[in-house]
Every structure is written in C-alpha cells, then in structure tokens.
C-alpha cells in the first residue's frame, strides 16, 4: 500500500466514523429540543406541515426571519413571562405555559389557515430553518 492510498483511506475511515456521529447528535438536539416543535401542533401535523408554516410565519414577519432573532424573541418572552433567567433552557412545559398565555392575551395570527399563538408560530419558524 503506498502513502496516497493510506491517506485516502484514512480520510475515508474518519468520515465514515464521524458523520453519523455528526448527524445522531444534530438530530437529537432538534428532536430533543422542545423549543423547536409546538407540543400541541406537532401532535396534529407533520414536521414538514410545521416547517411549511414556519416558512410562511418568516414571510409574513420578516424582522423575524433569522434563527438568532426567534431564539431571542422565544427566550425573552420565557424570562419575561416567568421571571426566570433568560440563559436558562426552556422546557416544554415552560412553552406550553407561553401558548397558553399568548392565547388567553388574544395573542394569535393566522399562518397558512392555522390559529396560532405567537410562540408556536415562532417555534415553527425556528424549525424552518432545520
């Protein structure tokens, strides 16, 4: 085996090591992250129903239309909400909390005929970007 051969297999063994490394622990933090799936819609619709409204939500908003932006819009409204820090991670029920008050505050939109709160439909959006 001379050395161009050892190298390109090299490369080969690492990549095959580390892309499904890669992809198990990018999958698990979205799937694992509840700031990206609305726990009350991604019962009722499909994670491309979701991004679909996400993509139509960044349409409407488009001072919203980065990830930066939603992140910060999601975890100031928490803070806000519950007097907690705003570096803490959210939990799903701490989102469901923020459903539940957006659509006692009447604070809804219509995205692709769907009433929404405002953070399921941040939360959406979020998810459009993955």
């Not at 490369?11 to 509840?34: M, Q």
Request: hydrophobic share 45%; with cysteine.
């Amino acid at each position: 085996m001379n050395r161009r051969r050892f190298l390109g297999f090299i490369v080969l063994a690492g990549a095959a090591v580390s892309v499904p490394l890669l992809y198990r622990k990018y999958f698990s933090f979205l799937s694992g992250n509840p700031i990206f799936h609305p726990s009350v819609l991604s019962h009722i619709c499909s994670e491309q129903m979701l991004r679909q409204i996400g993509i139509s939500y960044r349409a409407l908003f488009p001072k919203e239309n980065s990830e930066s932006q939603l992140l910060a819009l999601l975890v100031h409204a928490k803070a806000f909400n519950t007097a907690q820090s705003a570096n803490s991670p959210l939990s799903a029920e701490q989102l469901k909390l923020e459903v539940q008050k957006d659509f006692s505050d009447k604070k809804t939109i219509i995205v692709n005929g769907w009433v929404l709160s405002v953070t399921e439909a941040r939360q959406c959006a979020l998810l459009s970007f993955h």
